[in-house]
């Protein structure tokens, strides 16, 4: 008797992509583990033996999301042709891709009472990714001479912060009129900063 394969990693990103469809159309907390295994059709058993829980499945999730904003990024970024260039451009980056309905799963398993603090600290550690894009455009237009000398780390988190202020209306706005909004935001920053 010829014995099955198992493809250990093909099954994990099949449990991946199957969870983010459902994560996305149902939320966390209406999402089971049983959903998944039924969409996926891999026994609740082979979901276990690669996710320890349905937090630890969501937050591997999500890290594969950011990962793959950062590289969208990086892409994008390769065609702007300065560092204010590459400002306006993230601000349009991140208002486009901040209507995901995962990430509505997210803050939903973020504001769960129970969750575990190392989800926390997880989910919180993902804005790193897009706060180090925009220390990496600040730094490059210090460099460059277009900005004007200072603590790069601190006006990236200022920068995430305006723009982390503003994705609260991407529900509740129109595009044009969010996409106003962001496109002012970075001029105000640029004047703020540059030379």
Not at 28 to 44: L, R, V
Not at 106 to 133: C, N
Request: contains cysteine; hydrophobic residues 35%; charged residues 25%.
């Amino acid at each position: 008797m010829a014995k099955r394969s198992y493809d250990s990693e093909r099954v994990r990103q099949d449990v991946l992509k199957e969870a983010e469809g459902l994560f996305s159309r149902k939320g966390y907390t209406a999402t089971s583990i049983a959903d998944i295994s039924k969409a996926t059709g891999h026994s609740k058993g082979h979901i276990y033996y690669h996710f320890k829980s349905k937090e630890e499945l969501f937050v591997a999730l999500a890290q594969q999301t950011i990962r793959s904003w950062g590289e969208r990024w990086r892409e994008r970024a390769l065609t702007c042709s300065s560092p204010s260039d590459k400002l306006y451009a993230i601000a349009d980056f991140v208002m486009n891709n901040y209507k995901q309905d995962l990430l509505k799963a997210g803050q939903e398993l973020a504001a769960l009472r129970d969750v575990q603090m190392s989800t926390l600290q997880a989910l919180y550690g993902l804005a790193s990714t897009p706060i180090g894009a925009y220390h990496e455009i600040i730094s490059e237009g210090m460099a460059s001479g277009d900005f004007r000398q200072g603590d790069a780390e601190r006006l990236s988190l200022l920068f995430s912060g305006w723009l982390g202020g503003l994705n609260a209306y991407v529900h509740t706005l129109d595009k044009e009129s969010l996409q106003d909004l962001y496109r002012e935001t970075v001029s105000l920053f640029l004047r703020a900063i540059s030379e």
